[in-house]
């Protein structure tokens, strides 16, 4: 099954920037997938940031992007990141990788938390001056 494993949460200063990490593995780059970047605002439920398919880069934001964020994908097609900029302190948070399986029919990117099944351990990001 497919294993997520992300990387390069920190502490950072409000208006500065921050590149998430997630390696995804059980799956190649010649799979299709969907997977996105979630996070759990403290005392907020989890909410949708950024989501991708890997079929044809399709993508998905939430309203917490407001533009600043952006997903992409490295070479392998296995590894998704997350630029985070301009960060506030409402975007501390715990944030998540997520994935669900799709197919080459898979037509539409859902970015809600509910329809991804695989999850990484999260990782803490912390705006503060």
């Known amino acids: 099954q497919i294993q997520l494993v992300e990387s390069g949460g920190g502490s950072v200063q409000p208006g500065e920037s921050l590149t998430l990490s997630c390696v995804a593995s059980g799956i190649t780059g010649d799979d299709y997938y969907q997977i996105g970047w979630f996070r759990q605002v403290p005392r907020k439920g989890l909410e949708g940031v950024a989501c991708?398919?890997?079929?044809?880069?399709?993508?998905s934001y939430g309203d917490s992007a407001k533009g600043r964020f952006r997903i992409f994908l490295d070479n392998t097609k296995t590894t998704v990141f997350l630029g985070l900029e301009r960060l506030t302190f409402e975007d501390t948070a715990v944030y998540y990788c997520?994935?669900?399986?799709?197919?080459?029919?898979?037509?539409?990117?859902?970015?809600?938390?509910?329809?991804?099944?695989?999850w990484g351990q999260g990782i803490q990001v912390t705006v503060a001056s």
């Open positions: 991708m398919a890997n079929v044809d880069g399709t993508t």
């Open positions: 997520a994935a669900r399986e799709a197919s080459i029919f898979t037509i539409w990117l859902p970015c809600s938390p509910d329809d991804y099944p695989y």
